[in-house]
């Protein structure tokens, strides 16, 4: 009877996701048919991302990596390539871009932040949110190993406390490191260069191809620094599910991993 219901529940999961595909893939095509002109919205990063009049900039990648269906994602770029979005000046009215950025170095967020100044227009805005490298810190600083347990997200093999603190920001194995070294490295060095230490000269070929682990670093302050330096004046730290965006509050955004996410919003002026 056991093997009957585990046959059974794989069918029926099967049917399931090839249901929900179909579903996804008429609704996303009936949305493209049917932009508002006057609502420009781009979704940086977006997967499945599925509202009216929200425009996918996304990566199809191919039959190694996600392999999204390029019909559905109006700008198909590889981030990791530094494209120049292929929108005009100032067309802009709003971007949304949920963790993307931790799956990129910081050459390739500075050209996204870059763009997004170029092709907003005067007054919009820009929301981003990714993990916030705090929480994790000083969930690693008090031995909060509950905290990173409680996210789900981890990849496998990472059991203990310093495995699962640098799977939420680096792609290094820990195997390959003593973790009596990685321990004094936190201790000794300051928050910074600690982070840097492990994200700017680690190898990023393996995001190239499968771009699901994280290798890279965000809290408010690094967050308020590359904005600024892509031309943003107006910059803010957000809560979940608060915007200067009455559009990005609704139900489809900010709905991964709320307790690790940090929420930032900036207004081209």
């Given at each position: 009877m056991t093997k009957i219901n585990a046959f059974i529940q794989r069918v029926y999961g099967g049917i399931s996701r090839r249901f929900n595909h179909y579903i996804?893939?008429?609704?996303r095509k009936y949305i493209m048919n049917t932009y508002d002109p006057n609502k420009f919205y781009i979704n940086i990063g977006a997967g499945?991302?599925?509202?009216?009049n929200w425009r996918i900039l996304e990566y199809a990648g191919d039959e190694t990596s996600y392999g999204y269906n390029?019909?559905?994602?109006?700008?198909?770029?590889?981030?990791f390539e530094n494209p120049k979005f292929p929108i005009n000046d100032n067309a802009v009215d709003l971007i949304y871009c949920s963790h993307t950025f931790e799956h990129l170095n910081d050459i390739n967020v500075e050209n996204i932040l870059n763009e997004s100044f170029r092709i907003l227009k005067k007054g919009a805005c820009i929301r981003v949110t990714m993990p916030d490298i705090d929480i994790a810190y000083n969930s690693y600083l008090n031995g909060d190993i509950d905290f990173f347990n409680t996210l789900n997200n981890q990849l496998p093999g990472c059991d203990s406390l310093?495995?699962?603190?640098?799977?939420y920001f680096s792609q290094i194995s820990i195997n390959d490191f003593n973790s009596e070294i990685l321990h004094n490295d936190f201790i000794s060095l300051s928050k910074e260069d600690f982070l840097n230490?492990?994200?700017?000269d680690i190898n990023?070929?393996?995001?190239?191809?499968?771009?699901?682990?994280?290798?890279n670093w965000?809290?408010?302050?690094?967050?308020?620094?590359?904005?600024?330096n892509a031309g943003f004046t107006e910059t803010k730290k957000m809560k979940y599910k608060e915007s200067q965006s009455d559009e990005m509050t609704n139900k489809e955004f900010d709905n991964t991993h709320p307790i690790m996410s940090i929420y930032f919003e900036a207004i081209k002026d």
């Amino acid at each position: 009877m056991t093997k009957i219901n585990a046959f059974i529940q794989r069918v029926y999961g099967g049917i399931s996701r090839r249901f929900n595909h179909y579903i996804y893939f008429f609704k996303r095509k009936y949305i493209m048919n049917t932009y508002d002109p006057n609502k420009f919205y781009i979704n940086i990063g977006a997967g499945k991302f599925c509202k009216s009049n929200w425009r996918i900039l996304e990566y199809a990648g191919d039959e190694t990596s996600y392999g999204y269906n390029p019909s559905l994602i109006d700008f198909n770029l590889n981030l990791f390539e530094n494209p120049k979005f292929p929108i005009n000046d100032n067309a802009v009215d709003l971007i949304y871009c949920s963790h993307t950025f931790e799956h990129l170095n910081d050459i390739n967020v500075e050209n996204i932040l870059n763009e997004s100044f170029r092709i907003l227009k005067k007054g919009a805005c820009i929301r981003v949110t990714m993990p916030d490298i705090d929480i994790a810190y000083n969930s690693y600083l008090n031995g909060d190993i509950d905290f990173f347990n409680t996210l789900n997200n981890q990849l496998p093999g990472c059991d203990s406390l310093i495995s699962k603190f640098f799977d939420y920001f680096s792609q290094i194995s820990i195997n390959d490191f003593n973790s009596e070294i990685l321990h004094n490295d936190f201790i000794s060095l300051s928050k910074e260069d600690f982070l840097n230490k492990y994200t700017l000269d680690i190898n990023d070929s393996i995001n190239r191809i499968n771009f699901g682990a994280h290798m890279n670093w965000f809290n408010e302050d690094k967050l308020r620094k590359i904005f600024i330096n892509a031309g943003f004046t107006e910059t803010k730290k957000m809560k979940y599910k608060e915007s200067q965006s009455d559009e990005m509050t609704n139900k489809e955004f900010d709905n991964t991993h709320p307790i690790m996410s940090i929420y930032f919003e900036a207004i081209k002026d």
